[in-house]
């Protein structure tokens, strides 16, 4: 299996507050994302990174922001948890010429 | 339109059986083409990959690619129970970008001992 770990794996919180997810991968892959996958919605990409300090929004990145200061990390934060961000959370990796990825065990978030 | 198109199902088949799973998609630019399994409350895992038209076989899967119609397929083989989860088609390589992947909802696949 990929090395890609995803912390907490289960989080509530309130709404209103500041919530970081981190994804931790020792692949040493290029490229990082961050999914939330609903029912009826499928997974959808939120933000992704094409290396250190490079990041690129996705289809559903309001709300949400990223950072990613090394190769193995890549945060998502959301700013002020809402509601509707009440799902879960993959975070994925591929490498260079390859777009295969791979899936971290996921994060189950509830906002109350 | 939504970019990947799935049936949600579910998809009910008897074990031994062949499950035919198909995805459409709207970007004529899109050049790979994937399809992972996902176990209820598991992360996805990518079983099959195909870049040409044609078939592509790998064990009981077979992924199927035609990009005049914008159709890939997924069939299984001697279905087993132990198939029965969530299949999904990605898709890449088109307006978004080779690294921006595109999923479809998926089609839940059961498969009746």
């Known amino acids: 299996d990929a090395g890609i770990t995803q912390s907490p794996r289960h989080k509530v919180t309130e709404t209103g507050t500041p919530v970081t997810l981190r994804c931790h991968q020792t692949?040493?892959?290029?490229?990082m994302y961050w999914y939330r996958q609903d029912p009826g919605h499928g997974l959808r990409l939120i933000h992704y990174?094409?290396?250190?300090?490079?990041?690129d929004k996705g289809e559903v990145s309001d709300g949400y922001s990223v950072s990613r200061s090394k190769t193995e990390d890549f945060l998502l934060t959301l700013e002020s948890a809402t509601s509707s961000q009440t799902s879960v959370y993959f975070c994925?990796?591929?490498?260079?010429?390859?777009?295969?990825?791979?899936f971290g065990q996921g994060t189950r978030l509830t906002v109350v | 339109q939504k970019e990947v198109e799935q049936n949600s199902g579910p998809l009910s088949v008897p074990e031994g059986a062949i499950a035919s799973l198909n995805c459409t998609y709207s970007?004529?630019?899109?050049?790979?083409f994937f399809w992972y399994r996902q176990y209820s409350g598991k992360s996805p895992e990518l079983i099959m990959f195909?870049?040409?038209?044609g078939d592509k076989e790998d064990g009981r899967f077979t992924a199927q690619l035609n990009k005049a119609s914008q159709y890939v397929s997924l069939l299984i083989r001697d279905s087993q129970p132990s198939d029965s989860a969530t299949y999904l088609c990605?898709?890449?390589?088109?307006?978004?970008?080779?690294?921006?992947?595109?999923f479809g909802i998926g089609t839940k696949l059961q498969v009746i001992p």
């Open positions: 195909i870049y040409s038209n």
């Open positions: 990174s094409y290396g250190v300090k490079d990041t």
């Open positions: 994925a990796i591929s490498g260079q010429g390859a777009t295969e990825a791979f």
């Open positions: 692949e040493n892959h290029r490229y």
């Open positions: 990605a898709v890449s390589g088109g307006s978004g970008g080779y690294q921006k992947v595109t």
């Open positions: 970007d004529r630019g899109s050049q790979s």
